[in-house]
């Protein structure tokens, strides 16, 4: 499969490459700084980079970025910021990249431990997790050509020491369960799902 992959430079989307090369499949990657580069808050960003691609077989997008601080303390604009970068970002290779999908293709999302367990300073990532997921789950009936939509919700990375402390008392996760996340939503037969590790 040709498999466009956003965010290949990232702990998730560094999973996923090495995954998908393993199994064969040609990988595109993408990221602020490839050639062609990335921006996922930038719908024009993200036309120029489908434009460039052409037709595949797959869109997996593992990026986002939310900020990190008590609810007390986040503004509109950090709620903005998180809904922009990891929602909106995420969605509009929906809303742009059908057309560049084969039929039976594929779209995979990233999200999050954050939707389904808190943990401190994490709402603004947990409000932009639950919306993606909600998105996948809505959006999945009405996607046309057989066209399937998943997004895989990873915990804590267990090659992620440095956030450990920061999700107390959950199970890290190993590499080898978030690729098979991965693989299920690519080359299997679901959709509308949200794939927990």
Known sequence: MKILLVGSGGHVGGVARDEFEQRGHDVICATRS??????????????????????????????????????????????????????LGQIEFVTQGLDHLTDGGSITFVTGVLSREPIPTASAAAMANGAVESF?????????????????????????????DAFAGMTPVTDEAVANAFVRSVEGNVTGRILTV
């Open 136 to 164: 996948v789950i809505s959006a999945a009936p009405e996607l046309p050509r057989g066209i399937r939509i998943n997004a895989v919700s990873p915990n804590v990375l267990a090659n992620s020491p440095h956030y450990h």
């Open 34 to 87: 490839t050639d062609p580069g990335v921006d996922t808050s930038d719908a024009e960003s993200i036309s120029n980079l489908l434009r460039s691609v052409g037709t595949v077989d797959a869109i997996v997008i593992a990026v986002g970025a939310a900020a990190f601080k008590p609810v007390t303390e986040l503004t509109r604009e950090d709620y903005v910021a998180a809904f922009t970068s990891k929602t």
